[in-house]
């Protein structure tokens, strides 16, 4: 019986065999690549190297952390905000009307120097409030318009502000261009005049590349509701710096925007009186007005996030080390024998 079933068992395996197409495997060809056989550092974590490791990036990030606010602390500062202090108090119930009006917005702000502040001095305008990261309001632009007079024509991204009334395409079109900041700010200290330099605070790039030497704006501010600043159609927009500096959309709703550089020393507890003329409408979204005054350190501006970042990291690997040192110390714990890990085995240890 056994070995009657035996030969069926082995005639149907046959007829399998002969009768059965061979299926295609579709396993990958083998290499050490992809089965993640090739040679790699595989670190066994023993107390001392855990202890190390931590240590050697207390030692590395606490320094660069301290060095870094050194710097930033080396940055002096001021700002002002003006938005209020910048309509009449009669006014200040409906501050919309007023910006809207035709209204005289001369205002006349004064700012104390704290500290001895080296040249160049920044001049910056800071926006609060402000969401020009909106995806609508990014999107509204024609940057081909901006490089090419041949493309004065290609709006379609632009509206509602890409056609002036009757008078065809606007130069630069687009929501970004149209709400161009319009204040302006003239400084004087004892009654002597601070010029503020309004060359080179566009990037090198944009002049060069994303606007042309031969684009002239047309038709600016000619959609019928005015948005912010109007441009001279006489200069070219490679040259139209507060239009570039203003056209690299922030990604935040607070940021400063580059408006012009001061080239001489300012003396502590000097008095700088500023004339403004207060046009831009920010108050139809609860919007913040300031004005600043900054200098440089080889960090660049004031911000303490990077050095306060690199001490946080430092000191918590500087307390992991310390924990661990103490942890191995008052409870040892003995070590696996490595040799028994998978690739120190050799081919046939079992």
């Known amino acids: ?40 550092c595989k670190p066994i974590l023993t107390p001392r190297w855990v202890v190390s490791t931590f240590m ?35 006014n200040r119930t409906n501050k919309v009307q007023f910006i809207q009006s035709d209204a005289d917005k001369t205002c006349t702000i004064s700012m104390t120097i704290p500290k001895r502040m080296k040249q160049p001095i920044y001049v910056y305008y800071q926006l609060d409030n402000f969401y020009q990261n909106h995806r609508r309001y990014v999107k509204s632009r024609s940057d081909e318009q901006l490089k090419s007079v041949s493309k004065e024509n290609d709006t379609s991204a632009c509206k509602p502000e890409d056609i002036a ?11 970004i261009a149209w709400s161009l900041f319009n204040d302006t700010y ?10 503020v330099n309004k060359k080179g605070i566009a990037w090198k790039s944009d002049k060069q590349k994303r606007f042309g030497k031969n684009v002239f704006p047309k038709n600016f501010q000619g959609g019928g509701l005015v948005g912010g600043a109007t441009l001279n159609e006489s200069i070219p927009l490679n040259e139209q710096e507060d239009l570039m500096v203003w056209m690299r959309t922030a990604a935040l709703p607070t940021f400063r925007k580059l408006y012009g550089k001061i080239e001489v020393d300012l003396e502590e507890k000097e008095v700088i009186n500023v004339t403004l003329m207060n046009y831009y409408n920010t108050y139809s979204f609860n919007g913040k007005k300031k004005l600043v005054l900054s200098t440089t350190s080889w960090i660049g501006g004031r911000n303490d996030f990077l050095g306060i970042a690199y001490l946080t990291v430092g000191m918590i690997s500087f307390a992991l080390s310390m924990g661990f040192t103490i942890v191995y110390f008052v409870k040892p714990r003995r070590l696996g024998d490595p040799t028994f890990l998978s690739w120190n085995r050799g081919p046939g240890s079992n």
Request: glycine letters at 10%; proline letters at 6%; aromatic letters at 6%.
């Open 1 to 40: 019986m056994s070995s009657h079933t035996a030969s069926s068992s082995n005639v149907g395996n046959g007829s399998g065999d002969s009768g059965v197409p061979k299926r295609n495997s579709k396993r990958p060809k083998y290499s050490k690549f992809t089965q993640q056989e090739l040679p790699a």
């Open 56 to 90: 050697l990036i207390a030692i590395v990030f606490i320094p660069i952390g301290i060095a870094c606010l050194i710097g930033s602390r080396d940055v002096v500062e001021v700002v002002e905000r003006y938005e209020t202090k910048c309509i009449p108090v009669l």
């Open 165 to 175: 009334n009757g008078r065809g395409a606007i130069v630069p079109c687009g929501l």
């Open 186 to 195: 003239s400084f004087s200290r004892q009654n002597q005049s601070l010029t």
